[in-house]
């Protein structure tokens, strides 16, 4: 009759998720202590297909060779991925992939290259799907490494405030926690508590937080443009390590 009990859970918040084949359902439910909750009720949703393009940013050039993922934002961990044919999930010569048995709502897509010969970085970016069947999610951009593997990465000489580990995908910021007095920053202009919301002119803000770590992996002697939240913009000239 689908009933259910769970014994034994001490006080606290939890989320609790019933999988299927082809539906899921994750619902948040908090105890108090000594609490026993009854009558809870758990509506499965079915899953969906999403599909997609990768594209390289700024060119729009198809991207092959990156392993699709797809997530709940809100959970920030686990992911679902197609399991009747995982080659499916993996960006073709056309930029084109497709992941099975995905949830809706407000998701995490992520993706890493298939061998350490890519050329390109990670994708990571936020979608909200709703409604059933397959989605088609669009183009999603991904850059080009700026840096070949085992080649020295240019050190910026600032740190950036570290975000709870709860911070939802698209609130995360780059925001300057310290300053090498030494390094090649101190004389840019920059402060301390300034958020930087744009790297060489393209936005890191938000669903596109997962382009900073890529933008600032380049060699010794790059420039960096920062484009800060006050207004202003600050070059900076990265160090040999």
Request: glycine share 12%; hydrophobic share 35%; no cysteine.
């Amino acid at each position: 009759r689908g009933h259910f009990i769970i014994r034994d859970v001490p006080t606290g918040h939890f989320q609790v998720t019933v999988e299927t084949a082809g539906a899921q359902k994750k619902i948040d439910l908090d105890l108090a202590e000594g609490e026993a909750r009854t009558g809870v009720t758990i509506e499965l949703e079915p899953l969906i297909t999403l599909t997609g393009r990768i594209v390289e940013l700024g060119t729009q050039k198809p991207v092959a060779g990156l392993r699709m993922y797809a997530s709940e934002a809100s959970l920030g961990e686990g992911v679902t991925i197609s399991r009747d044919d995982e080659k499916e999930s993996i960006s073709d010569d056309a930029g084109r992939f497709t992941i099975k048995n995905a949830p809706r709502g407000k998701l995490l897509l992520q993706g890493w290259p298939k061998g350490r010969e890519n050329d390109y970085q990670y994708v990571s970016t936020i979608r909200t799907v709703e409604g059933s069947g397959v989605i088609d999610l669009g183009d999603l951009p991904v850059l080009k490494k700026r840096i070949k593997q085992g080649d020295p990465v240019g050190e910026l000489g600032i740190n950036f405030a570290e975000q709870r580990h709860d911070t939802q995908p698209d609130k995360r910021e780059y925001k300057v926690s310290y300053i090498d007095p030494t390094g090649p920053a101190s004389n840019a202009g920059l402060k301390l508590g300034d958020i930087v919301i744009s790297i060489d002119g393209i936005d890191i803000t938000g669903a596109n937080s997962g382009h900073a770590p890529g933008l600032m992996r380049a060699a010794p002697g790059t420039t960096i443009a920062l484009g800060l939240l006050r207004g202003a913009k600050v070059i900076i000239v990265l160090a040999a390590p």
